[in-house]
């Protein structure tokens, strides 16, 4: 997205943007809170400290590359990426929220579901004319690809497990020395429940009336597209009539000689 100044940005960019840039300064604060904390000899298994930093210059990220290349994420993803970082990062890890409530890998997991099924508009935008595809077909889609997304994760969880000799999905268990599927198979059920919220929220908000925040979030993740092609069809257009003015001229002077 072309880099825009704030007054320039339409009312609902605005919006988007205020909740964006609150979020990141809240987890950026708390991440500084938690690193003097833990570096004055309050992290008893080492980990949390260096946990914390990675956060806190996750949360920027986003922000800092938009300030060096002049271009502005899209607002929705943005949103989406804070809201995993709070929950699954601050909380789950440098909170030790995974370790003090055991089943707090599952609504990260959810969460997940939903965030990537969610981003499904996003990719089919960029396949096509957005308003010409059927609802069904994007909410199907966006299914879909929420749970290739959770496949590769569980792929590349297990590659880590095996390199790394991590435990990213689950203790091993003897005497087969491998973790239970059990881990894999409640992410995969987790992930597949937070895609078909989406599936949920994208059908109500497509055949209600009701303001479900579905139109906000399509004009945000496809409206670059629509731009593209619009100005693709205004560049043809100015072309066309460019080559017919041309024609015309070249006519004039055929018929003076």
Known sequence: MKYKKFKELTKNQKIF????????????ITCIALIIYYAMGND???KRLSGTIVILVAC???????????????????????IYLAVAGLFGSAFNGYALIP??????????????????????????NY??????????????FSLAVEVVWEISEWLIDRVCGSTMQGTPVEPDGVPLLWD???DLMCNTC????FFLHFVLGKKTKVNLGILAIETELSVNKMIKQENEKLNLSENFQLED?????QDEIDKKS
């Open 194 to 197: 937070g895609a078909m919220l």
């Open 184 to 186: 894999t198979i409640k």
């Open 131 to 144: 308003k010409s595809f059927n609802p069904w077909l994007v909410a199907v889609f966006c299914v879909c």
């Open 245 to 249: 003015e041309s024609f015309e001229k």
């Open 103 to 128: 089943w707090f890998d599952s609504p990260v997991h959810v969460l997940m579901g939903y965030i990537m099924a969610m981003l499904g508009i996003f990719v089919i935008a960029r396949l096509g």
């Open 44 to 46: 008893p298994d080492g």
């Open 60 to 82: 920027i990220i986003p922000f800092m590359l938009e300030l060096i290349f002049r271009f502005r994420f899209n607002s929705v993803i943005f949103l989406g990426y804070e």
């Open 17 to 28: 943007r205020i909740i964006n840039l609150s979020l990141m300064l809240a987890i950026f």
